[in-house]
């Protein structure tokens, strides 16, 4: 059976993670000699993909989510469209804030810091609501945030800026409490459900779901519709 390819897209996070694995991987090398081998073969990879991310970030410091490529149909031949991805994703330039900073700590080359410094202040100063200590999941094309409480562009800037740079007015341009983001991570997302084992009897298992519970029952309930 043949499977058609009817929508390609192009994201500036996939491509982060992974380039954030090969810079692991070549930084990871046990000898020299195999360091400059991974080097040889993978570094190049990994600065095209730095440039294409690059390409892909304004002045402002947001970095758009990529490019679309959809199946049409021209004059009745098969034909592709090619169509930006305009809007930002508060964790996809959480993963090119990464990527940026560890491309440029392994090559050396400023132009990478420099548009991490640039892509740390969009983060900070875009994409936080500074009033309820909270990440947007999302900046639409036309700069509207998305307010639909999403877990991981909470958890995730803890780990991918670190807690002192988020901490430091000096870095970005604002100060971030991360401790402040927990506690809204545990006032939004955390969870209690039964569970039942397979004798019967029940337990209650607690841990955080992907969003809060109005935004995950509206989505079940599609589920349910679909």
């Given at each position: 059976?043949?499977?058609?390819?009817?929508?390609?897209?192009?994201?500036?996070?996939?491509?982060?993670?992974?380039?954030?694995?090969?810079?692991?991987?070549?930084?990871?090398?046990?000898?020299?000699?195999?360091?400059a081998r991974a080097r040889s073969?993978?570094?190049?990879?990994?600065l095209a993909m730095g440039d294409?991310?690059?390409?892909?970030?304004?002045?402002?410091?947001?970095?758009?989510?990529?490019?679309?490529?959809?199946?049409?149909?021209?004059?009745?031949?098969?034909?592709?469209?090619?169509?930006?991805?305009?809007?930002?994703?508060?964790?996809?330039?959480?993963?090119?804030?990464?990527?940026?900073?560890?491309?440029?700590?392994?090559?050396?080359?400023?132009?990478?810091?420099?548009?991490?410094?640039?892509?740390?202040?969009?983060?900070?100063?875009?994409?936080?609501?500074?009033?309820?200590?909270?990440?947007?999941?999302?900046?639409?094309?036309?700069?509207?945030?998305?307010?639909?409480?999403?877990?991981?562009?909470?958890?995730?800037?803890?780990?991918?800026?670190?807690?002192?740079?988020?901490?430091?007015?000096?870095?970005?341009?604002?100060?971030?409490?991360?401790?402040?983001?927990?506690?809204?991570?545990?006032?939004?997302?955390?969870?209690?459900?039964?569970?039942?084992?397979?004798?019967?009897?029940?337990?209650?298992?607690?841990?955080?779901?992907?969003?809060?519970?109005?935004?995950?029952?509206?989505?079940?309930?599609?589920?349910?519709?679909?």
């Amino acid at each position: 059976e043949s499977v058609s390819v009817t929508e390609e897209q192009y994201r500036a996070g996939p491509n982060s993670w992974l380039g954030m694995k090969i810079v692991s991987y070549i930084a990871n090398q046990q000898t020299e000699e195999a360091a400059a081998r991974a080097r040889s073969a993978y570094l190049p990879m990994a600065l095209a993909m730095g440039d294409w991310l690059l390409s892909l970030q304004n002045n402002d410091g947001g970095v758009r989510q990529g490019w679309r490529r959809q199946e049409i149909s021209d004059n009745g031949k098969k034909a592709w469209s090619v169509q930006p991805l305009e809007g930002y994703s508060t964790e996809e330039n959480l993963d090119a804030y990464r990527y940026f900073t560890e491309l440029a700590a392994l090559s050396n080359d400023q132009k990478y810091a420099q548009a991490a410094d640039r892509s740390l202040g969009w983060i900070k100063q875009r994409a936080y609501n500074k009033d309820e200590g909270y990440f947007y999941s999302g900046i639409d094309a036309q700069g509207k945030p998305d307010r639909t409480p999403a877990l991981d562009a909470q958890v995730w800037p803890i780990n991918a800026i670190g807690p002192e740079d988020l901490l430091d007015a000096g870095k970005g341009g604002g100060s971030i409490d991360p401790e402040r983001l927990l506690e809204y991570v545990d006032r939004t997302f955390r969870v209690t459900v039964p569970f039942v084992r397979e004798d019967g009897t029940v337990a209650q298992i607690t841990g955080y779901d992907f969003t809060d519970d109005k935004t995950a029952e509206r989505a079940r309930g599609r589920d349910r519709e679909a």
